[in-house]
């Protein structure tokens, strides 16, 4: 299916010339192949997404890293049907009570986000002013990659944070000591970033059964959807068994 940049969370406001891009279901057997292999680590399991799209369409490349999980989520909704309910599960943060939470993929929708606000800027970090921008899928995985390799930094998200700053490309090390050992408003001002950058999905809104009964009240929860799609084949095979009708194939 061809992809409108337009419709992702850059509203196609980043600097691929593209106006979109292909992005394939995975066929039965690919599927299959995909879920043998999966890697448990979180970043080799970005780098096993990324390969899989790139092999889609290697212009893939050329996106922005802002639209990498509405790429990834899009290629697994399209494998499965369009409007399929399914049932994933998750702990509610209050006692920890497990709950099984019937979810529509509709339901889940991509904040769009506006490059005229968090184009490219300078933010000062350690008391110095550093450039940063949102980068390309290829400019992340060359981050991505050096992390792989040198085993430091295990959270995705940091590393997504670490590869918003230009400065990585001429001292890595510095940066890095600057970021993992950052210190009160440092820590904000990282944090304020790593939400307008990377933060674009948006909560199911949903309660916890168990404390609901506990205390006779209703109480609203919101649960962050990467959480939710971080195992979203496992969930949906575990919990909705897929037949044959419910896969496309090419
Ligand atoms: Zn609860």
Partial sequence: MEVLLLDCPSRGQGSSRRSSITIRPFPFLKLTEYLENVPTHPLDKCLYDIKWLEADDPNILDCELVDLDYFIFLK???????DINYTT??????????????????QISFNKLDYKKIGVGTVKLNGRWRAIGPPTIREFLSVLNLYIRVQKVKDLDMVKLLSLFR????????????ILEAEG???????L?????????QPVKTTCLSCNKETGERRDL????????????REVIDNNPITT?????E
């Fill in 167 to 178: 400065e990585f490309q001429m001292d890595p090390n510095t940066l890095e000591r600057d």
């Fill in 222 to 233: 919101a649960i962050g959807i990467n959480s939710l799609i971080a195992n979203f084949f």
């Fill in 89 to 106: 599960t998750f702990y509610c943060p209050n006692r920890n009570h497990l709950n099984h939470l019937p979810i529509k993929l509709s």
């Fill in 76 to 82: 697994k909704s399209i494998t499965i049907a369009k």
């Fill in 245 to 249: 009708d419910k896969i496309l194939f």
């Fill in 185 to 191: 408003d440092d820590v904000t001002l990282l944090t």
């Fill in 193 to 201: 970033l790593s939400e307008l950058y990377f933060s674009v999905v």
